[in-house]
C-alpha cells in the first residue's frame, strides 16, 4: 500500500509557476486577472480553467519609486499554474515555445496608472 | 541545508574566497599596489627629484594592477547580491556568461573611475607632502558625502536589480547595462571614502579595511529616502546584538 502511493507522489507532475517580476504602476487599487493558455481573440470570462489568479497591485506605488525600500523594484507575484499547464498537456494543447499569458484588469485602469511588468517568467519546480 | 541556502553558498563562498585572496596579497605584497606608490610618494622629506622618479617608476599599468587588487578586495563582498541577481535570472546555460559580462562591466566603471581617483590622490599628495592637510581634507569631504542625500540617492540605487531579457542578444545587453549602471551607482556611493586610505602615511591597509567594513555594512541598510543623516553600521550593530543573544539563550 506505502509503495503505491510512493509511486503515485513520484509520478505527479513537476509544479509551474507563472512569475509576474517587477510590476510597477503608480495606482495602487487596481486588480488583475491572470489567465494562461487563453486562445487569441477569446473571451477570459469563458475560460475559468484556464484563470491562474488575480494580484492587486496594493503598495505597488511605494514600491516603484527608487527611494523607498523597495528600490524601485516593483512587486512580484508568483501563480501556480500547475494545474493549468498539465490540463492543457493532457487535452495536447500545450505549445511550450509560445505559451500565452493574458492579464486582465478588474476594473478599467486609469491611463495615470503606468502599470507595467519588467518580465513575465514560467518555472518549473520537480517534485 | 536547503537548496536555496546552498544556492547562496555557491555564489558567496567564490566571491569571498576572491576578495580574501587579494587581501591576502595586499598585506604581504603591498609594495607594486596603487597604495604603496601613492603613500610613498608623499612620506614627510620627499625631495622633488625623487617625486619625479617615484612618477616615472609607477607606471599606469602597475597603477591600474594595484587599484584592480584593491577593487577586487573591498569590492567583490559588495557584488553577492546583484550577482546572485543575474545568476537567478538567467537560464543555467547562460549564468557563467552572464555573470561575466555583469562583473566585467562593473570593473570597467570603477577601473576608469580610478583614473580620476588616482590623479586626485596623486595631486593632494604630491603638492602637500608631508603635511596632515591632505588627511584633513580627504575625511572632511568624505564626512560630508556620507552625510549627503546624495550619497543616499547613489546608495539606493546600488539597491536597483534591474530585469534581464532571458535570451539571445538582449541577454548580453541587459547584464552589461546593469554591470555598467550598478557601477556608476557603486563608484557614486563609494568614491570619497575610497579616497581615504591613500591619505594615510601608515596603515594604508588597516585603513582600508575599515573602509570596505563600513561599505558593506552601508549596502546591508534598506534603501530610504534620502536626506542629511550619518549612514554605516546600524544594522550590523542589529546583526551581531540579535546574533549574540540567539546563541545565548541557545547555550
Same mark, same amino acid.
Request: with cysteine; net charge positive.
Given at each position: ?6 509511486e503515485? =507522489? ?16 503608480? =495606482? ?32 505597488v506605488?511605494?514600491?516603484?519609486? =527608487? ?32 505559451l ?28 | ?68 587588487l ?18 537567478? !535570472?538567467?537560464?543555467? !546555460? ?50 560630508v ?43 557614486g ?14 596603515g ?8 570596505a567594513?563600513?561599505l558593506?555594512?552601508?549596502r546591508?541598510?534598506r534603501p ?6 550619518? !549612514? ?5 550593530? !542589529? ?13
Open positions: 500500500m506505502s509503495a503505491s502511493i510512493a503515485a =507522489v513520484s509520478a505527479a507532475p513537476d509544479r509551474v509557476f507563472l512569475n509576474l517580476e517587477n510590476v510597477r504602476g503608480l =495606482v495602487d487599487s487596481t486588480a488583475f486577472r491572470v489567465y494562461v493558455g487563453l486562445p487569441d481573440g477569446a473571451n477570459p470570462a469563458d475560460h475559468p480553467e484556464l484563470l491562474a489568479g488575480s494580484i492587486a497591485l496594493f503598495g506605488r511605494k514600491a516603484t519609486l =527608487v527611494d523607498e525600500e523597495h528600490a524601485g523594484k516593483g512587486l512580484t507575484f508568483v501563480l501556480e499554474i500547475t494545474n493549468i499547464v498539465d490540463a492543457l498537456h493532457l487535452k495536447n494543447a500545450l505549445d511550450v515555445d509560445s500565452n499569458v493574458r492579464i486582465v484588469p478588474v476594473k478599467p485602469v486609469p491611463e495615470d496608472a503606468q502599470i507595467s511588468i519588467g518580465r513575465v517568467s514560467i518555472f518549473r519546480q520537480g517534485r | 541545508m536547503t537548496p536555496a541556502a546552498r544556492e547562496r553558498l555557491q555564489i558567496r563562498a567564490p566571491m569571498l574566497f576572491i576578495s580574501a585572496v587579494a587581501w591576502i596579497l595586499l598585506v604581504i605584497e603591498p609594495s607594486g599596489t596603487a597604495l604603496s606608490a601613492l603613500c610613498s610618494a608623499a612620506m614627510p622629506g620627499t625631495a622633488p627629484s625623487s617625486r619625479e622618479m617615484l612618477l616615472a617608476l609607477n607606471a599606469p599599468y602597475s597603477l591600474a594592477l594595484g587599484w584592480a584593491m577593487l577586487a578586495a573591498m569590492m567583490v563582498p559588495l557584488l553577492i547580491a546583484p550577482v546572485r541577481h543575474v545568476r537567478d !535570472r538567467s537560464f543555467a !546555460r547562460r549564468r557563467a556568461r552572464a555573470v561575466m559580462l555583469f562583473v566585467t562591466a562593473y570593473f570597467v566603471v570603477w577601473m576608469a573611475a580610478g583614473v580620476v581617483l588616482l590623479a586626485l590622490a596623486f595631486v593632494v599628495r604630491l603638492f602637500v607632502p608631508g603635511s596632515s592637510m591632505p588627511l584633513a581634507m580627504v575625511t572632511a569631504v568624505a564626512l558625502w556620507q552625510f549627503s542625500p546624495l550619497k543616499q540617492r547613489c546608495l539606493n540605487r546600488c539597491h536597483v536589480q534591474a530585469e534581464l531579457a532571458a535570451f539571445g542578444l538582449a541577454a548580453d545587453l541587459d547584464a552589461l547595462r546593469f554591470g555598467l549602471t550598478h557601477g556608476v551607482w557603486c563608484v556611493s563609494c568614491w570619497a571614502l575610497m579616497l581615504l586610505p591613500f591619505v594615510f602615511s601608515r594604508n591597509v588597516a585603513a582600508m579595511a575599515a573602509v567594513v563600513l558593506f555594512a552601508e546591508l541598510n530610504t529616502p534620502p536626506s542629511w543623516r550619518w !549612514r554605516g553600521m546600524s544594522k550590523v550593530a !542589529r546583526i551581531v546584538v540579535a546574533q549574540t543573544r540567539m546563541r545565548l539563550k541557545r547555550s
